[in-house]
């Protein structure tokens, strides 16, 4: 791509417009903004920019369109797929300015929210009103929520009340141009056109700039009951959970867990967890509402279906502060495997009646190339995050072959009627793998929607779509 390096006439300029205590060019703030949680690869920006409204969001896009100067916004940094990572220099965009909760409406169960709100801060605040907003991915305590926007983010509790799609009805978004635009409507339906909310709802910053964001919420629920099932195999465990929404329950969360992942949580994070010497892997169950009899019933028939599967040992949370700390070993689970080894990150998701063949496959074709694997994830929606372990490999095939590895648990994914990603993107790292769902007619009319949007391709370049 041919590219603008920001010169001092251009850099004059946003300076002019943002103004320059919004602009920083030193040093440590460029590393700082060169990487996320993405492995360990850093891309230095030019500059980075702090914007606090939206018509200087607007006027940076100016320029930079102009001029042909790329620009990559960027959240709480938390992402694990390379999406905020400024590949091509440039502008490194950060949202973190825009942190104001603008108001939240409890007549209409909906709020106005700006992109760099902490998602828990925003489920705090709703929370306080008697009000819930589910979508609770596992850094819930440092992403912002525009980032979960432009990734199309989940967590534990999509399983009963779904994706972040269904809480987006209305977006305020900057083009590539500097136009600015309301996507849709503060309505619980939209039949209006093409519905550009969703499209933009994990774009990840290749189509516009968001900056207020319109969730509806849901009253909250006032019980919650949590149980631990144990396995000594992961297929059964895995075989379990299409088998208890067969059985008529549906949990407000599923968490699968396999054994070593609890092993290095339990001494990363000083989790006090009985992890027993016959557990292979471990069932996560939560029920929530408002009436604990209904959630105790649900409880048995999940019970009875634990047992059917060869469930050894069912636990329960007595009080607030067990369910805590069981839901601490599942939240920190990602760093633990991370403080242990240098690692990948894959999020591939299946039906949930696949996940058997998912794990039995994934340790399979790990051996085939000599790499270990950690399984944990949001198996209720058959969302499975696999971290590969560098283990015993070399680093010439670590660096080489690994790529092969990883291609067959795409494909296996594919064939199982999954795809590449359910919550984390596709961004820098996952691009390559796109031919293997897609087809190039596929892919070719994501790039026709991407050159509508951003003709000049200045938009968070060199993600999605592959080379």
Sequence with gaps: MNFTKINPEILAAIKAAIGADKVFTD????????????????????????????DEVSALLKICNEHHVPVTPRGGGTGLSGAALPVYG??????????????????????????????????????????????????????????????????????????????????????????????????????????????????????????????????????????????????????????????????????????????????????????????????????????????????????????????????FADTAAQKEELWRMRRTM?????????????????PRAALPKLVKGIKEIGAKYGFESVCYGHAGDGNLHVNIIKAGMSDEDWKNKLKFGISEIFELTTALGGTLSGEHGIGLVQKEFMPIKYSEIHLNLMRGIKNVFDPNGILNPGKIMPD
Excluded at 103 to 123: H, W
Excluded at 334 to 350: I, L, P, Q, R
Aim: glycine residues 8%; charged residues 25%.
């Design 90 to 315: 440039g502008v490194s965009l950060s949202m973190e300015k825009f942190k104001a909760i603008i108001g939240i409406d409890t007549e209409n169960l909906q709020a106005i929210v700006e992109p760099g709100v902490i998602t828990e801060e925003f489920i705090n605040a709703v929370g306080e009103k008697g009000l819930l907003y589910p979508v609770d991915p596992s850094s819930k305590g440092s992403c912002f929520i525009g980032g979960n926007v432009a990734h199309g983010s989940g967590g534990p509790r999509v399983v009963k009340y779904g994706t972040i799609r269904e809480y987006i009805l209305n977006l305020e978004v900057v083009l590539p141009n500097g136009d600015i635009i309301w996507t849709g409507a503060n309505t619980l339906k939209y039949a209006s056109g093409y519905n550009l909310t969703q499209l933009m709802i994990g774009s990840e910053g290749t189509l516009g700039v968001v900056t207020k964001i319109v969730t509806k919420l849901l009253p909250k629920p006032s019980q919650s009951v949590l149980m631990m099932g144990s396995f000594s195999n992961n297929e059964d465990a895995c075989a379990a959970v299409s088998a208890i929404f067969r059985a008529g329950v549906t949990p407000s969360a599923l968490e699968f867990m396999e054994r070593k992942g609890v092993e290095w949580v339990i001494k990363f994070d000083d989790i006090k967890f009985d992890l027993k010497d016959d557990v292979a892997a471990l069932l996560m169950i939560e029920f929530d509402g408002d009436d604990l009899d209904d959630i105790f019933k649900n409880c048995e028939k999940t019970n009875l279906v634990l047992e059917e599967h060869n469930c050894t040992e069912v636990l």
């Design 27 to 54: 040093a440590e703030s460029l590393d700082q903004y060169s990487h996320d949680e993405t492995e360990d690869l850093r891309y230095q920006p030019e500059i980075v920019v702090k914007p606090t409204s939206p």
């Design 334 to 350: 990602a760093e633990s495997v991370k403080s242990n080894s240098v690692y990948k990150e894959e999020d591939t998701v299946v």
